[in-house]
């Protein structure tokens, strides 16, 4: 598919644009509560990935190296197991590191799969544990059950897109259905780790 004003996907990357409202939204509720800085840390490594996304959406996979999304994606779930499970951060960091080091040693596909290992490792900790720390709390059990239906649609659209993505409206159905779904699960993520780091912190003082 021809570029369009020189863009290499014009409609993905004119979509992520508003897409950061996400990481930017969230950023000023957590200066707002003064979040802990695993969570900060956390939610740098969020809009990092929404960066990386639209910058390789404009010029190409693979411009951003070590920093692409495959990559960025892990990192920050690394970063948000790392401060629900209140790791030490110099350790959440160097593990958070794996997927750029293995980038320069190893081939794409190696990369991929030492990426889709960690992930597959530490999703289901972050899930388990943002919906057990979230149960007593209203708001947070409903930001909860957001998050945990979007996985679904998230899925079956990434699922659906080999089928669409060579038609001519292929790029638009990526741009609409995946990034929209992608705005549902992080904006949700991201409400809900404050929730959860704004209760704590409210149980913490109460009990001081």
Same mark, same amino acid.
């Given at each position: ?15 992520? +644009?508003?897409? /950061? ?46 920093? !692409? ?12 197991? &790392?401060?629900? %499970? ?10 958070? !590191?794996?997927?750029?080091? @293995? /980038? /320069? ?16 490792? @530490? ?7 943002? !919906? ?13 059950? @957001? ?22 409206? &292929? %790029? ?7 990034? !929209? ?12 780790? +404050? ?14």
């Amino acid at each position: 598919r021809p570029p369009i004003f020189g863009l290499y996907n014009f409609w993905c990357t004119l979509s992520g +644009l508003p897409m /950061f409202l996400v990481p930017i939204i969230a950023w000023r509720a957590a200066l707002a509560q003064r979040a802990p800085p695993p969570v900060m840390l956390w939610m740098i490594a969020m809009a990092a990935m929404f960066i990386v996304g639209t910058v390789e959406h404009a010029v190409g996979p693979g411009w951003c190296g070590p920093f !692409g999304v495959v990559q960025m994606v892990t990192v920050q779930n690394v970063l948000q197991a &790392g401060s629900l %499970a209140s790791s030490p951060m110099p350790l959440t960091v160097l593990v958070a !590191g794996i997927p750029g080091m @293995v /980038f /320069f040693f190893c081939q794409p596909a190696t990369v991929k799969l030492v990426c889709q290992v960690m992930d597959g490792l @530490v999703s289901p900790y972050v899930i388990c544990a943002m !919906g057990w720390r979230s149960r007593s709390d209203a708001y947070g059990r409903c930001l909860f059950a @957001v998050m945990c239906a979007s996985f679904p649609i998230l899925f079956s659209s990434v699922a659906s897109e080999p089928n669409i993505c060579d038609r001519p409206y &292929g %790029a638009i159905f990526h741009a609409t259905a995946t990034h !929209g779904s992608l705005v549902l699960l992080f904006g949700s993520v991201s409400l809900l780790r +404050l929730q959860i780091a704004q209760s704590e912190s409210k149980s913490h003082g109460k009990m001081a």
